[in-house]
């Protein structure tokens, strides 16, 4: 450790680089260009730029070729003289309709978060859903009537509800430690989702800025700071369902925006029992900034949920025609939600590629959820309905410092360094048994929580002719306090815990459009609190070990393609069950696997795009034939495209593929897979857009979500154990409306 942190002190003393090119990219308005790719064709050199639109390249000679490219824009392309090296550029950049010839390949071992934002721009996000299916491989489904986080599948993991991907909004955490319902639990519908500028990801735990839950992978997403011009949307559609969608841009000037946001969204779905769900969202954001200076972004935002549920039925009782597919066993089910976010962020450019960036959050969180997965198993009289409750207080800040034309002993490189925490205050966290969501028989678990995460992270950037390297380090401190209310004397108890995570990644790009990338790195997730506690702090941040080898090529400009072998190694640990309030051991695990992707776009108004993943996972401790991982995808394969522009006719086509997938452990129930196929069509005239979105064009019979389920239904005098499934959403029509002002 003494060696790391001298090493980081040389590099805070670094010498400002001979070369430099400096400057600020505009649109045609003035307005600064935030995160535009400045790349050295000559050097191989790479920058972004920062809020205010400023950057910094460095290793810059005369006569070097430098592109600057955004999505959005057309691509500009500047040969450097004298005076550039001397004098601030200003760089203004044309707007243009999006296109794969825009993305530049550069060393970053995110890379391939630039090349799939092309997907996002294409297709826009149309509901809270298809967030998270914007990452290549990732697959989501629902099963509590639209209230819940949605089930998580990537790479070979059953992630539940966020368990190994950490899931932020513009650096605020969204997955919560200690939920009432599980760990990690990620809950995304608080965005709405016409306000998301771009989906940054990654996958593995290879990110030194990523922490708690970086172990499949992370998701980042961007806001938009500002918009062009006001609009308000309405759709209306089959089973009940309602949206109404308004953006007020409230200002909009060169040094300050500011707009308002809302969502009300009502369906009642397609189940017999209506889910009576409604979500509002309402957000505002307001933004000022001194160009190549310093910008502020506040953000406040309110989001609430109600609905009722059917639940997941047993196979069973639809094979005996007691139920139909969307019929229920038990359909008291349901809850309500509701999360309060302030979030401050400010980044402040220090001159000659340095900058700091500091993101402040508090967030007020409830939930309450009634679910019966085993419905008389339990209690043969009342039932085995349960109620998860918790009321949460979250507060946490980062302050980041990074300089991008860093010196020692003559090798230039980029540096960064961070510092932050994370404080959850839970209050009445519980797990009880009830009767019809309003009689309260037992109560399981019962207490006050109070985790407190506390980090460091370094990390270097070293070019050294076509290679890069970059060694980073985390360190994660942690405090887990648990007051259990359900003991008769006060039983409060505490436990610490270290975690060191290194990583180090290796790029290699032999021409400006070929990369090759070795990714290695160690990450975690924590445990919840109760079973910190009660294991006497053993066991409670299982280590994840990556390894990741792959490539990026641009054969043409408007093709992409990307292929990675991949390994991820899970150490044993103990696992909270929620919805049983007992303490179960989790042995290791091992996956391996190969993703393939593809993107092209032969003619600006067509792009296709497709991704193929398949994994291999096993527990590493059962015998051969009984290490299944219960609900881990083995293949899964989603693409699409969309064809039209910004006028006149445009539309898409997009499909999600899963395979069959073991159930328990041996293999003896299995999950059907799917295959699902959601489309839409629109007309844009002027300042109007007449759209028509299916969900399941096909109408195929899919099941969302799946378990290896024992259960006992009311007039059976035994249990059995098989699929209990939610079933998908049918052929779903609707329509909407949009106008822009």
């Given at each position: 450790m003494k060696y790391f942190m001298a090493a980081l002190s040389m590099l805070c003393m670094g010498t400002i680089a001979a070369q430099n090119v400096e400057g600020q990219l505009v649109n045609q308005v003035g307005s600064p260009i935030e995160d535009a790719g400045i790349f050295n064709k000559t050097s191989g050199q790479h920058s972004h730029t920062d809020g205010t639109g400023y950057f910094v390249l460095n290793k810059t000679s005369v006569n070097d070729t430098i592109y600057f490219s955004?999505?959005?824009?057309?691509?500009?392309?500047?040969?450097?003289?004298?005076?550039?090296?001397?004098?601030?550029?200003?760089?203004?950049?044309?707007?243009?309709?999006?296109?794969?010839?825009?993305?530049?390949?550069?060393?970053?071992?995110?890379?391939?978060?630039?090349?799939?934002?092309?997907?996002?721009?294409?297709?826009?996000v149309k509901s809270s859903q298809e967030i998270l299916r914007k990452v290549p491989g990732l697959i989501i489904g629902q099963h509590a009537g639209g209230g819940k986080a949605e089930q998580i599948f990537l790479r070979g993991f059953d992630v539940d509800h966020g368990t190994d991907v950490a899931i932020n909004v513009d650096g605020m955490p969204v997955n919560m430690v200690s939920h009432a319902h599980g760990q990690g639990y990620a809950d995304l519908h608080f965005v709405i989702p016409e306000t998301i500028e771009n989906v940054n990801f990654g996958k593995g735990p290879y990110y030194a800025e990523e922490g708690n839950f970086n172990t499949a992978g992370y998701v980042d997403l961007k806001l938009r700071k500002s918009f062009d011009k006001s609009m308000i949307s309405t759709e209306a559609g089959q089973f009940g369902a309602r949206r109404f969608v308004g953006m007020l841009n409230l200002m909009d000037n060169q040094n300050s925006n500011a707009y308002l946001a809302s969502e009300l969204y009502l369906t009642d779905g397609p189940f017999e029992s209506p889910q009576n769900f409604n979500r509002i969202n309402v957000m505002g954001r307001y933004r000022y900034a001194l160009p190549g200076d310093q910008e502020l972004l506040l953000t406040a935002s309110h989001f609430s949920s109600r609905w009722d549920a059917s639940g997941q039925i047993p196979q069973r009782a639809v094979d005996q025609g007691l139920i139909s597919r969307f019929g229920a066993i038990d359909d008291t089910e349901g809850g309500q939600t509701s999360r309060t976010n302030f979030v401050l962020n400010h980044s402040k450019n220090m001159g000659i590629g340095k900058s700091l960036n500091t993101m402040a959050f508090v967030s007020h969180y409830d939930f309450e959820l009634y679910s019966n997965f085993t419905f008389f198993l339990e209690d043969p009289v009342n039932g085995d309905q349960i109620r998860q409750f918790e009321d949460r207080l979250m507060a946490g800040a980062k302050t980041v410092f990074q300089d991008n034309s860093a010196n020692l002993g003559g090798m230039e490189f980029k540096y960064n360094a961070g510092v932050g925490f994370r404080y959850d205050n839970v209050d009445d966290n519980q797990l009880s048994r009830t009767l019809n969501r309003q009689e309260l028989l037992e109560r399981l678990a019962f207490g006050d929580i109070d985790e407190m995460n506390g980090y460091a992270f370094a990390g270097a950037s070293f070019k050294t002719g076509k290679f890069t390297l970059e060694p980073a380090l985390r360190m994660d401190y942690f405090r887990f306090d648990y007051n259990d209310k359900t003991s008769e004397l006060y039983d409060s108890r505490s436990e610490e815990k270290v975690a060191f995570s290194p990583k180090f990644n290796t790029i290699y790009s032999p021409t400006a459009k070929t990369q090759f990338f070795l990714k290695t790195g160690i990450g975690f997730h924590s445990n919840d609190t109760r079973v910190v506690v009660a294991n006497g702090g053993e066991d409670i941040l299982p280590a994840a070990y990556g390894v990741d080898f792959g490539t990026i090529l641009k054969p043409a400009d408007k093709l992409v393609l990307n292929a990675t072998l991949w390994s991820l190694f899970l150490d044993q640990e103990f696992v909270y069950v929620g919805d049983a309030a007992i303490v179960e051991p989790s042995g290791k695990t091992r996956r391996m696997g190969i993703e393939v992707g593809a993107r092209y776009q032969p003619m600006d108004w067509l792009y296709l795009y497709t991704d193929a993943n398949y994994t291999h996972a096993r527990s590493t401790e059962e015998a051969d034939g009984e290490d299944f991982i219960p609900l881990a995808p083995d293949f899964t394969m989603v693409g699409g495209l969309t064809v039209g522009g910004n006028q006149g006719f445009s539309g898409g086509i997009n499909y999600r593929y899963i395979d069959d997938r073991p159930a328990n452990e041996d293999n003896s129930i299995v999950a059907e897979g799917y295959f699902v196929t959601d489309a839409n069509l629109n007309y844009s005239i002027n300042n109007w857009t007449f759209g028509l979105i299916v969900e399941n064009l096909f109408d195929t019979e899919w099941n969302e979500t799946q378990f290896a389920t024992e259960s006992r239904l009311f007039n059976e005098s035994n249990s059995f154990e098989e699929i209990h499934f939610t079933p998908g959403t049918p052929f779903y029509l609707r329509g909407k409306v949009t106008v822009t002002f």
């Open positions: 955004r999505l959005g824009y057309a691509t500009l392309t500047k040969v450097i003289d004298k005076a550039d090296l001397q004098n601030p550029l200003t760089i203004v950049m044309e707007e243009s309709s999006i296109s794969l010839d825009q993305v530049v390949l550069v060393s970053e071992v995110d890379a391939m978060s630039r090349v799939v934002d092309v997907d996002v721009k294409t297709e826009p």
